[in-house]
């Protein structure tokens, strides 16, 4: 019975992490239909509960990739016993971490918003969606890391 233990730990970061990724998804196809929706003022209180949805679905989606990120670095650091921050996968997983948080802050800015800009939706739009394609790129690199 050759062959070494798979330790299943190791596994957790990316299954993790693939959750999160398809809960991205969700958060971004909402967060696309109300921006679509906004140059056709419909009905307010569908537009409100579109709202509330878009919101738990990406406060879920951030508590999940924040707290998957740390799993990354832990099981490197304490599963595997490697050097962490020495692979592009983290390179730009913190990227795309640190562009989620911004387009967080954006996006408080637009609940909290009068008077709102254009500007102030394509600031949150951009940072989502960049940090989107870029955790996509991420998944990738991500694979190359499996056991
Ligand atoms: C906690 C974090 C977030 C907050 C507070 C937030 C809040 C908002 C708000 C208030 C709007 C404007 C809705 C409207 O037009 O009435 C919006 C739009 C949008 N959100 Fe979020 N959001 C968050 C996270 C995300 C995430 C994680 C994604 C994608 C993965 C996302 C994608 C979008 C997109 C694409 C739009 C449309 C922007 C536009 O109109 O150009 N949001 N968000
Ligand atoms: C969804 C697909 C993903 C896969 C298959 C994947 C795979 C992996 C693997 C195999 C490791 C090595 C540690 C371990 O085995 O647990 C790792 C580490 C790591 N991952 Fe991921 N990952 C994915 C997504 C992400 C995302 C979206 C982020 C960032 C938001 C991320 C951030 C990290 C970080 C920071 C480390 C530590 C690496 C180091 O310190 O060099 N991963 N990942």
């Not at 050759?2 to 809960?23: I, K």
């Amino acid at each position: 019975m050759g062959g070494e233990p798979v330790n299943l730990l190791l596994y957790l970061h990316p299954v993790w992490q693939t959750a999160s990724l398809l809960l991205m998804v969700v958060a971004l196809s909402l967060g696309l239909r109300l921006g679509r929706e906004r140059a056709h003022p419909w009905e307010r209180e569908a537009r409100l509960r579109l709202q509330r949805l878009h919101l738990k679905v990406a406060i879920t989606f951030l508590g999940l990739i924040s707290t998957g990120y740390a799993l990354g670095i832990a099981t490197m650091a304490f599963v595997r016993d490697e050097p962490v921050f020495r692979t592009a996968h983290a390179y730009f997983g913190t990227i795309v971490l640190g562009l989620f948080w911004l387009g967080a802050y954006y996006g408080g800015r637009l609940l909290r918003g009068q008077n709102l800009k254009p500007k102030d939706y394509s600031n949150h739009a951009f940072c989502v969606i960049l940090g989107a394609i870029i955790a996509l790129a991420v998944a990738v690199m991500g694979y190359t890391l499996l056991p």
